[in-house]
């Protein structure tokens, strides 16, 4: 058995849920092979071969692969992939794009976001926003697999010295071209790789308001998520989103302040090792969820726990 | 142009949903069902392009059981202009289903076709990506703005970091993200109107489609419950409960 491993890189660097996605292979077993497709992506390859317990890193470097375009780097991913018995990727916004797309061409069925391997076909997965799991059995010659970072702890990025073969693929195919993109700035840590979270929902009333939430984080080292009534409401960015629809996170401490914990909140973050809530409505949602629950207005309860931390 | 919407019957959003006692799936008797909120997003997107005077025709296509024509007038009275129900009363994966609307891609020959970017009953997030495959077309998917240029579309997409967008060659497939638009209700009158407007219902079989799969759901079961937590009086002992009950801070 050999898994091919998707890489998630930005080029210059490997993003973290590689390491989670490379943890799920290690338990499904076998050698684990590492693609990394993109333009200029000699780092990231070279960060790829230092996972512990790769063997082999692969790298298809061409201008077609610069911005990940399904169209493009799918056929790399079904043509190389057939021989293989696994494709992994992580379950973020690239791995979603890219993989069903893979699978397709192969003709074989995709799992999404797998947060438990059970055996080298069998595998758990959450459905409906995360309120049943269920165990799936695939027998396609080749597993397609997308595998959510939260569920398996990330293997060492250092100790591994696997070779570094080039692989050529297929050019552009002329279908999409990309255009541009913004991303959010921000210093704080990764949502999905921070040990602590705070979360701001539709009490925060506006934007303005998330200081609050913002030196209550720096002073933790903690990153800055929203519920979806934040992000429709425009108080912040929508890549801060926790939810069925945003974000996983599976932190140590997740700080839910004036979110009420629909179920599609909930399915983001409720998998969190300790959850508080603050809220000033009792009968809110999310203290059925949450470990410590404080009932009292925000704007007096979050600086007061800014200044006792 | 013509535009092809897909969309889906599944459980209503706010149900919370029970696992069978047998762990052979999520009880769905006598629960609420309701189009799926991402091809609601997907529905009123090619309304607003038919407004614009982009979109010339909008053919609404399904799969599933009869009743899932409940969710086909909805989209007609919501401004489609005709309905397609690919009938199977399987519970099918989704390379099936992308198998079954590149069948009625090649019968329809729309220009575009948009989807919701995943159901939230199966969470699967494939459908679009995969029809991209089958047809060979570019796919826009999480799009939060979607432009239609000449022989070409640009498609705003919400990434893990922020935004993108790429300009796709039409034809081409477009899966809905929650901001791309705020749908609209559909009004008395024309949930009347909508009665009278062409469905048609066509099976598997005869579109040529075989809709076997390589994966089987063994068991579902409800996830492991939280244990019940406390309630705290004070910011102070929130405070003091964190650093020396749980150790998180």
């Given amino acids: 058995m050999t898994i091919l491993v998707i890489a998630e890189h930005t080029n210059a660097a490997l993003a973290a849920a590689t390491l989670n996605t490379v943890a799920a292979a290690a338990k499904i077993g076998g050698d684990i ?23 082999k890193v692969l790298v298809a470097d061409n201008a077609a692969y610069a911005h990940q375009l399904p169209e493009n780097v799918a056929p790399l991913v079904a043509d190389l992939g057939k021989g293989y018995s696994h494709i992994l990727a992580a379950a973020t916004s690239n791995g979603k794009n890219v993989l069903p797309r893979v699978a397709a061409q192969l003709d074989v069925d995709q799992i999404s976001e797998i947060i438990a391997v059970e055996s080298a076909d069998t595998f758990k997965r959450p459905i409906y926003a995360g309120n049943a799991i269920a165990t799936v059995q695939s027998s396609a010659a080749v597993k397609v697999i997308t595998v959510r970072s939260t569920g398996f702890d990330p293997v060492a990025a250092e100790g591994g010295s696997a070779a570094v073969e080039a692989v050529s693929g297929s050019a552009d195919a002329g279908k999409s071209a990309f255009v541009g ?50 992000v429709d409401a425009g108080f912040v960015p929508n890549d801060m989103q926790v939810g069925q629809t945003g974000k996983i996170v599976a932190p140590q401490l997740y700080i839910a302040v004036g979110i009420s914990g629909a179920i599609q909140h909930l399915a983001g973050m409720k998998d969190s090792k300790v959850i508080v809530a603050i809220n000033k409505d009792e009968e809110a949602p999310i203290f059925q969820v949450a470990d410590y629950g404080l009932v009292a207005d925000l704007f007096e309860a979050v600086p007061e726990l800014e200044k006792l931390v | 142009m013509k ?130 495959a089958l047809t060979g077309y570019g796919q826009g998917t999480f799009a939060s703005k979607v432009e239609v240029a000449g022989d070409k579309v640009n498609v705003t ?39 009278k407007k062409p469905l048609d219902v066509v099976t598997p079989d005869a579109l040529g489609v075989s809709t076997t799969s390589t994966v089987k759901t063994l068991k579902v079961e409800a996830p492991a419950a939280r244990s019940a937590g406390i309630k705290v009086k004070s910011v102070a002992e929130l405070v003091e409960k964190l650093k020396n009950e749980a150790k998180v801070i």
């Fill in chain 1, 181 to 230: 993109e913004e991303l959010a700035k921000s210093d704080r840590p990764e949502l999905t790789a921070a040990k602590i979270v705070v979360s701001g929902g539709r009490g925060m009333q506006n934007g303005d308001n998330f200081k609050h939430l913002y030196a209550l984080a720096d002073k933790l080292g903690a990153a800055v998520g929203a519920s979806r009534a934040a």
């Fill in chain 1, 33 to 55: 092979h590492v693609l990394v497709a993109g333009a200029g992506c000699a780092a990231a390859a070279e960060a790829a071969a230092k996972i512990a317990g790769v063997a």
């Fill in chain 2, 157 to 195: 997409r919400e990434i893990d970091g922020g935004l993108q967008t790429v300009a796709l060659n039409l034809p081409a497939i477009v899966t809905t993200d929650l901001r791309l638009n705020e749908p609209r209700y559909a009004s008395l009158p024309n949930i009347m109107k909508a009665k």
């Fill in chain 2, 3 to 132: 535009v092809l919407v897909a969309v889906k019957r599944v459980v209503d959003y706010n149900v919370k949903v029970r696992v069978k006692a047998d762990n052979s799936g999520v009880d769905l008797a006598n629960v609420k069902m309701s189009m799926n909120p991402f091809c609601e997003i997907a529905v009123e997107e090619a309304v607003r392009l038919k407004e614009k005077g982009v979109a010339s025709e909008i053919v609404v296509v399904t799969i599933g059981p009869n009743t899932a024509q409940e969710q086909l007038r909805t989209a007609l009275a919501l401004g489609a202009d005709r309905a397609i129900l690919v009938e199977s009363n399987d519970e099918l994966n989704s390379l099936a289903v992308a198998k079954l609307l590149k069948a009625v891609v090649d019968k329809e020959q729309p220009q575009l076709v948009i989807l919701g970017k995943q159901a939230i009953d199966s969470d699967n997030n494939q459908t679009g990506q995969m029809l991209g």
